[in-house]
């Protein structure tokens, strides 16, 4: 078995070793085929977590190698989920635990989900992005007429975007990125806020007739460039949520009193637990779509240019391995 091992700050190798011994009964050995990558792998690139040596890559694509539950058949393609349930307890792979950035792994039935045909492999890669969507819909409950703004033109918020017009709900996208805000366009969102051209204080009195945002989500790739004072959007008794897969972000300097004022409610959400089969529904239903949201894919051989890559550049759509 061939794994991609964080060994050091900005340190990875390829580490040849034996298969482990598993109970095939309760665990599937499966050929990795995509392994998608995010922020939360490259912050224990750089250490950050203190949990090396570790592998990355939370969640993967791959086909059935070994099984002996009758519910899966060898080459049959399957997801295989972020999140690692084992007594009583919730593991982040990749964080936690091993991720999947290897030829070959083992991961538990509990993980594993059958792939639909329809849905192509790159797709799949999204669905931890969209189960932590669907998480934040429920939790600040956004529903019909509500206005929803989104700081960052990123994967995550595109996305988000999609279900607020789902639930018939209207999103705002703010960013300072023209070709980020021309994808959110392209996925149906028509109102896009650009800073640099826009007031948007003004433009979101416009845009709401002077009510001003229900909620206000904001991705925490997106923090680096956020106003001090972008609480002051949200109406009297509106939610908020800061959402993203790294739990290490840098401190930002954001203006609280707005909490205090207008009775704010906020969340911090870093996980998709427990909506991962609805992601996949949502998915391949069509509900949402992820078309122009994959920024690059990269051979496994590639995979130490990749981190160099991507830890040094803003990260707005998603990478891949291509194991």
Known sequence: MQSWVINGTKKISLHLEDANEC???????IKISKVPLCKSDIACYENKYDNLPIIPGRSAIGLISECDDLSFRKGQRVYVSPYTKENNRI????????GYLSDYQTAPLSSISIVPESIPDDSFCFVEDIALCIKTIKLLEIKTTNYVLLYGATCLNILLAQMCLYHQAIPIIIDTDKESL???EYHGIYY?????????????IEITAGAMADKLIVDIDALEDIQSD????ISQNGKAAFIGFNTTIDKTNIDI????????TIYGINDGIGEIEPAINMLATGIVKV???????????QVKDAFLDLSSKKIRFKSIVHC
Do not use: G, H, Q
């Open 23 to 29: 109970n095939l009964k309760e665990n599937a050995r």
């Open 91 to 98: 593991f982040v792979n990749a964080k936690d635990i091993d």
């Open 182 to 184: 021309d994808i959110a």
């Open 192 to 204: 896009t806020i650009n800073p640099k051209i826009d007031n948007v204080n003004e433009r979101l």
């Open 230 to 233: 972008i609480l002051k959007y």
């Open 257 to 264: 009193s707005s909490i205090i004022n207008k009775r704010l």
């Open 291 to 301: 078309d122009n949201l994959l920024d690059k894919v990269y051979d496994i051989s």
